[in-house]
Nanobody
């Protein structure tokens, strides 16, 4: 049974930093790309960042470029999202997902975590 468990969310102020973790089990972690998504209240879930299975390639949404960094530790079966200079618009539930790369910037995700809340106050 595949499990993805996010942690590291919380309530912070504008300009603060947080590091989210996604611990995976029940899958060959190093075979899957890992993505981070977020969903703000009343809005659809949106892509944040993705990292290839080897960690050699990453991509992120324009809204977080230069502030968020995705990484992974395949030995620890864990993916990370380092979030710096947080803004109120970054508030939402953050989800990690494991999937397969289909092509240039195209992925399909098979498993999702339950999410961790990030709230940024102004």
């Amino acid at each position: 049974q595949v499990q993805l468990v996010e942690s590291g969310g919380g309530l912070v102020q504008t300009g603060d930093s947080l590091r989210l973790s996604c611990a995976a089990s029940g899958l060959t972690f190093s075979s899957y790309a890992m993505g981070w998504f977020r969903q703000a209240p009343g809005k659809e879930r949106e892509f944040v960042a993705v990292i290839d299975s080897s960690g050699g390639g990453t991509s992120s949404a324009d809204s977080v470029k230069g502030r968020f960094t995705i990484s992974r530790d395949n030995a620890a079966n864990t993916a990370y999202l380092q979030m710096n200079d947080l803004k109120p618009d970054d508030t939402g539930v953050y989800y990690c997902a494991a999937g397969i790369r289909l092509g240039e910037r195209r992925y399909t995700y098979h498993w999702w975590g339950q999410g961790t809340q990030v709230t940024v106050s102004s």
